[in-house]
């Protein structure tokens, strides 16, 4: 019996590709780095943006300027800090009717509905005027829980705040932080999510049933729930 359903946040509710390319991009090139850099002391800081270890991202990129040996100018910084922050709502708006029917069917089927995101503040902001939020009935963000997928703790505390046990939930998500491994070492099941994924990439993660389409969920629900 299945009585919740946990769900990733992007690439599997939302996307921020369309056409093979990102929707919404911002520079960092008043910052004064090389891009390779930047990217390479982005990189090397995720699971320390994802856990809440840096409070924001203006901090983030203070951290970078910093380990470069080079001058903060705030203004710069806040610049960044606002493009970025209006590149990441945009996921948010126009969300696939596909995944508000999926949800809005599982409320019918009176299935909790929680989400586990590893994300940083500034790539959330848009949840909760989105069209998400009120089909939720509860919001894990890893950098609010000090803790990240694949962490086996992350999905014990969204199964404690749902009151289900983890053997009766399922997870769903893109594969990415290993959160599929994560999500079956805390008890669920977990699922691949593959519609936001190009088809190339469908098959770069292996021994965990694969979802095309979200309507599938409802499939796995109903013949798990007879």
């Known amino acids: 019996m299945i009585e919740a359903v946990f769900f990733d ?9 369309e056409n093979n390319q990102k929707k919404a991009t911002y520079s960092i090139q008043e910052l004064g780095l090389e891009e390779a850099v930047y990217k390479r002391e982005w990189a090397l800081r995720r699971n320390k943006r994802m856990d809440g270890t840096y409070p924001d991202h203006q901090s ?6 910093a380990s470069q040996r080079l001058e903060v ?38 299935i909790r509905i929680g989400l ?10 848009g949840w909760n005027t989105s069209m998400l939020a009120e089909l939720f009935d509860d919001v894990v963000f890893s950098y609010e829980m000090r803790l990240s997928k ?7 505390k969204a199964c404690k705040n749902l009151n289900v046990s983890a053997t009766n939930s399922i997870f769903i998500g893109d594969g990415g932080f290993n959160e599929l491994e994560g999500a079956t070492n805390s008890g669920m099941k977990a ?29 796995v629900v109903k013949q798990r729930n007879i």
């Open 9 to 17: 946040l992007y690439e599997t509710l939302i996307t921020e590709w």
């Open 191 to 219: 699922y691949h999510a593959t519609w936001f994924l190009p088809k190339h990439l469908h098959d770069n993660i292996t021994g965990y049933s694969k979802l095309y389409h979200p309507a599938q969920i409802l499939e």
């Open 60 to 65: 983030v990129l203070i951290d970078i300027m």
């Open 150 to 156: 694949p962490n086996p703790e992350i999905y014990e």
């Open 73 to 110: 100018d705030q203004k710069t910084i806040e610049a960044i800090h606002q493009n970025r922050v209006r590149a990441k709502l945009v996921p948010f708006q126009n969300i696939d009717i596909a995944i508000i029917d999926m949800l809005m069917t599982l409320r019918r089927l009176r």
């Open 116 to 125: 586990i995101s590893n994300c940083a503040p500034e790539e959330v902001e």
